[in-house]
């Protein structure tokens, strides 16, 4: 019984070698283009179509404004020192709010309070008359078939 799932597995392994070898012949085939596409004839011509060739010399030179490691390391190291010292220094009980008198006596001269006044006859026989009219100004919407 052992002997046949060898012959089988054998069997397996083989046809699977074998699709993958085919698969993988050649692999800078041009993939098929399905004719029906829209694109079609763009996709062939794409494919077809010879690219130029990068030279050696055209590889452009190694950047050398680039910062060292021992640079980025000092730049965070100042830019966390700078982020503790400003935590400090804002911390709840390390300053207090003084001399706020004359800043309020000022806001206090330069604000006009609101006049607060129960309408009166008039304005309320305006606001009808306004309602009034845009009442007769309405209509209903269309009905709906």
């Not at 207090?96 to 006596?105: H, N, S």
Request: proline residues 10%; contains cysteine.
């Amino acid at each position: 019984m052992n002997g046949e799932t060898r012959k089988i597995m054998r069997l397996g392994l083989i046809v699977g070698l074998a699709a993958g070898a085919s698969a993988c012949a050649n692999p800078f085939r041009t993939a098929p283009v399905d004719p029906s596409s829209p694109v079609a004839a763009a996709a062939t011509a794409a494919a077809r179509a010879k690219g130029p060739h990068r030279k050696l010399s055209e590889i452009p030179a190694i950047p050398t404004d680039i910062p060292t490691a021992d640079q980025m390391r000092a730049a965070v190291t100042q830019q966390q020192a700078a982020g503790e010292a400003l935590t400090r220094a804002t911390a709840p009980s390390t300053w207090e709010l003084k001399d706020t008198e004359a800043y309020a006596a000022k806001a206090r001269r330069d604000v006009k309070p609101p006049a607060f006044e129960a309408p009166t006859d008039a304005d309320r026989a305006a606001t009808e008359a306004f309602a009034r009219a845009a009442r007769g100004r309405a209509s209903a919407p269309p009905s709906q078939p």
